[in-house]
């Protein structure tokens, strides 16, 4: 059901989709624009279910992943956006951010390249591990789930895609 779920929404509740990923993370505004995403009485994305049980920092990588290909349908070929990296890192949205400052083509591959939840993209991941490590918090023990590392990846990629003109190309400084 996610596979579908995030493409869905993005196409159907484009605006709803927007609010609830510009909404902090845990915060208020996030349950809400959760809610108006889901409060109407009957949802075309949700197929047959009459109800369900979503963990909603999955709701957010899945409803990234729908937007960030529909900006990558307007995004300049042969560029990459320029992100800035967070200064430090403690969540898994910082370590998001960095890879995709570090390596834009790599976390867009894994999103446009493999399915959700699929043998492909458990090989990505394995193939990409290596390379975490500049993103990941020093000193520290970390275990990671695929899904939650595609998840945060596919907000990154989102949220650094939004603005077209901000494209540059690979290489380049500000």
């Known amino acids: 059901m996610l596979r579908q779920l995030g493409p869905c929404l993005a196409s159907n509740k484009?605006?709803?989709?927007?609010a609830f990923l510009d909404a902090p993370i845990d915060s208020p505004q996030e349950a809400a624009a959760f809610d108006a995403l889901f409060?109407?009485?009957?949802?075309?994305?949700?197929?047959?279910?009459?109800?369900?049980?979503?963990?909603r920092a999955w709701v957010r990588g899945v409803v990234a992943e729908g937007l960030f290909k529909d900006a990558m349908r307007d995004w300049p070929d042969g560029t990459v956006p320029a992100i800035e990296e967070p200064e430090s890192i403690a969540s898994i949205?910082?370590?998001?951010?960095?890879?995709v400052a570090q390596?834009?083509?790599?976390?867009?591959?894994?999103?446009?390249?493999?399915?959700?939840?699929?043998?492909?993209e458990l090989a990505r991941m394995r193939e990409l591990a290596p390379t975490f490590g500049p993103c990941m918090p020093q000193g520290s023990q970390i275990a990671l789930k695929p899904m939650n590392i595609r998840m945060a990846?596919?907000?990154?990629?989102?949220?650094?895609?939004?603005?077209?003109g901000a494209a540059?190309?690979?290489?380049q400084s500000d």
């Open 39 to 55: 409060g109407d009485t009957t949802n075309r994305c949700m197929q047959n279910f009459v109800s369900a049980t979503l963990v």
């Open 153 to 164: 990846l596919a907000e990154a990629l989102y949220h650094a895609t939004r603005n077209p």
């Open 103 to 120: 390596d834009f083509a790599a976390a867009r591959g894994l999103i446009e390249e493999t399915r959700l939840g699929d043998k492909s």
């Open 93 to 99: 949205h910082d370590f998001a951010r960095c890879y």
């Open 14 to 18: 484009r605006d709803r989709s927007i």
């Open 168 to 171: 540059r190309l690979p290489g």
